[in-house]
């Protein structure tokens, strides 16, 4: 398997830090669960024998309250179904993806410096065998492709 990303580069987040601040943001998630969900020993749900996609639902469970604090929405989620552009599907089979629109750049280091958001971030860990968060200026939605 190819190299599995969970947790942005210093490289990748420093671009992100130096993007402009003051805009609305949509963050692509593309998201690959592990087949068993693997906890640090000592952690409540080490050893439970949840899958992947049932940490990342406890992720979602425990970090919603604050995504909606800051602002966040889902604008679009999806379950994956076959890659039509891209490598074949044995490479990279993405299980879901999702859309989160943020006010601004703010509030997303906002969600991530939150204590408690910090405490949820281990189900996401746990939950994920590799995984893609890409940031995009929003544009107008609807018309054609150009």
């Given amino acids: 398997m190819a190299k599995a990303y969970i947790d942005p580069s210093p490289t990748n987040f420093q671009a992100f830090k130096d993007l402009p601040r003051d805009e609305p943001i949509h963050m692509l998630n593309l998201l690959r669960y592990r087949e068993l969900a693997e906890y640090p020993q000592g952690h409540e749900h080490h050893g439970n024998g949840w899958t992947g996609r049932r940490a990342y639902e406890e992720y979602g469970k425990t970090s919603h309250a604050i995504f909606a ?20 599907p044995d490479d990279k089979v993405w299980h879901d993806g999702f859309v989160a629109e943020y006010p601004n750049s703010g509030a997303f280091f906002a969600m991530i410096k939150d204590p408690d958001y910090q405490l949820a971030v281990v189900n996401r860990t746990a939950a994920l065998l590799d995984s893609r968060l890409m940031r995009f200026k929003p544009g107008e939605a609807g018309g054609g492709f150009g």
């Fill in 69 to 88: 604090g800051v602002g966040g929405k889902v604008v679009w989620r999806g379950a994956f179904q076959t890659m039509v552009t891209g490598p074949e």
